[in-house]
C-alpha cells in the first residue's frame, strides 16, 4: 500500500515570497489533514478536509495562507506571502474513517520550509 | 481551546530500564488518546492508543489513563537505543482533529 506523498521534501524561499506544497494521501483515505510543525513543537492543525469539503479551518491564518481538495484526493496548501515565522515542517497526514474516535493517521514525510 | 502539556525533556534512561513519559490535558471532556513516536527527521507514527481509564499494554509498550486526573502515560520497558526519539502525545474530543503536545525527547544510552 502507498503511503501518503509529499512533494517537494525541501524548499527555500525568501520572506514575501510565495510557495506551494503538495499532498496525495492514501488512496480512498476521505479525510486530509495539514499540519504544521515549528521546531520542538508538536504538530499544530492547520486545516481538516472530508472528502473535497472543509471540516476545520479556524487556525489556518487566512490571511496569507489557502488550501484546496478540488476532487477529494489530493491537496495544495499555499503560502502567500510568507513570513520568517512560516519556516517550519508542513505535514499532510490522512484517514480512512473520519467518524472513528480512535482513527489512525498516516503521515507523509513532510515539506521543510526554511523562509529567509 | 484544548491544552496538551508535556515535559519537553531530554529524559535520558539507561538501556534496559523503564522510560516513563507523562501528559496532560485540559479538556476534561477529551475521549481519545494517543501516542505517537517521531524519529529525528521523520514523520510522526502512531503506537499506542487508549480509549478507557486504566492500562493498555502492546509489547514493551503500556498506556495508563487516568481520566478523573487528566492524566495519560506511557511506559517503554526494557528500552533499548532505538527507541530513542520523541514521543508526542495526543487528545481527541469526538470526531474533532487530534490536539497535539510539544513531545518528550527520550534517549536511551547503552
Known amino acids: 500500500e502507498a503511503g501518503v506523498a509529499q512533494s517537494p521534501r525541501y524548499k527555500i524561499i525568501e520572506k514575501r515570497q510565495s510557495v506551494a506544497f503538495w499532498c496525495n494521501p492514501i488512496?480512498?483515505?476521505?479525510?486530509l489533514y495539514w499540519y504544521q510543525q515549528i521546531l520542538g513543537q508538536g504538530p499544530k492543525l492547520l486545516i481538516q478536509?472530508?472528502?473535497?469539503?472543509?471540516?476545520?479551518d479556524s487556525q489556518l491564518p487566512k490571511d496569507r495562507f489557502s488550501a484546496e481538495r478540488l476532487k477529494g484526493v489530493d491537496s495544495t496548501l499555499k503560502i502567500q506571502p510568507a513570513k520568517l515565522e512560516d519556516s517550519a515542517v508542513y505535514l499532510c497526514a490522512s484517514s480512512p474513517n473520519p467518524t472513528a474516535t480512535n482513527e489512525k493517521l498516516f503521515f507523509g514525510s513532510g515539506t521543510q520550509l526554511s523562509v529567509l | 481551546q484544548k491544552e496538551v502539556e508535556q515535559n519537553s525533556g531530554p529524559l535520558s534512561v539507561p538501556e534496559g530500564a523503564i522510560a516513563s513519559l507523562n501528559c496532560t490535558y485540559s479538556d476534561r471532556v477529551s475521549q481519545s488518546f494517543f501516542w505517537y513516536r517521531q524519529y529525528s527527521g521523520k514523520s510522526p507514527e502512531l503506537i499506542m492508543s487508549?480509549?478507557?481509564?486504566g492500562d493498555k499494554e502492546d509489547g514493551r509498550f503500556t498506556a495508563q489513563l487516568n481520566k478523573a486526573s487528566q492524566y495519560v502515560s506511557l511506559l517503554i520497558r526494557d528500552s533499548q537505543p532505538s527507541d530513542s526519539a520523541t514521543y508526542l502525545c495526543a487528545v481527541r474530543l469526538g470526531n474533532t482533529p487530534l490536539v497535539f503536545g510539544k513531545g518528550t525527547r527520550l534517549s536511551v544510552i547503552a
Open positions: 488512496s480512498g483515505h476521505a479525510t
Open positions: 487508549i480509549y478507557s481509564n
Open positions: 478536509f472530508q472528502n473535497n469539503g472543509v471540516v476545520d
